[in-house]
Nanobody, 125 residues
Framework: VQLQASGGGVVQAGGSLRLSCAASGRTSLNYAVGWFRQAPGKEREFVAGITRSGDSTSVANSVKGRFTISRDNAKNTVNLQMDSLNPEDTAVYYC???????????????????WGQGTQVTVSS
């Protein structure tokens, strides 16, 4: 499945952004989906994930209480609502999917087998 991440931009500290991950064409996004981010010079890190059913989510400690992951089945997207952004959140954000059947949420980039192109999020102080 080809994924498309969108919604990035430049925002001031304390602001909000909403990222969306969609499958290209009419492909279903009925998979476990994760959001990752990578800042310059740093490794790609897990941000949040959601099961294929949407009944379970996982969020990294660094963003807990500020970021929320959810599914919009009507629009066939997985969204990442990011509130109370700070400059340390600046990174390229990627969405990824695990296309094999699973009921868990992986936190390692290697667990996912399909990736979107990334969207830049810049938080100014």
């Amino acid at each position: 499945v080809q994924l498309q991440a969108s919604g990035g931009g430049v925002v001031q500290a304390g602001g909000s952004l909403r990222l969306s991950c969609a499958a290209s064409g009419r492909t279903s996004l009925n998979y476990a989906v994760g959001w990752f981010r990578q800042a310059p010079g740093k490794e790609r890190e897990f941000v949040a994930g959601i099961t294929r059913s949407g009944d379970s989510t996982s969020v990294a400690n660094s963003v807990k209480g500020r970021f929320t992951i959810s599914r919009d089945n009507a629009k066939n997207t997985v969204n990442l609502q990011m509130d109370s952004l700070n400059p340390e959140d600046t990174a390229v954000y990627y969405c990824a999917a695990k296309t094999a059947f699973t009921t868990v949420i992986g936190r390692s980039p290697g667990w996912y087998n399909s990736w979107g192109q990334g969207t830049q999020v810049t938080v100014s102080s």
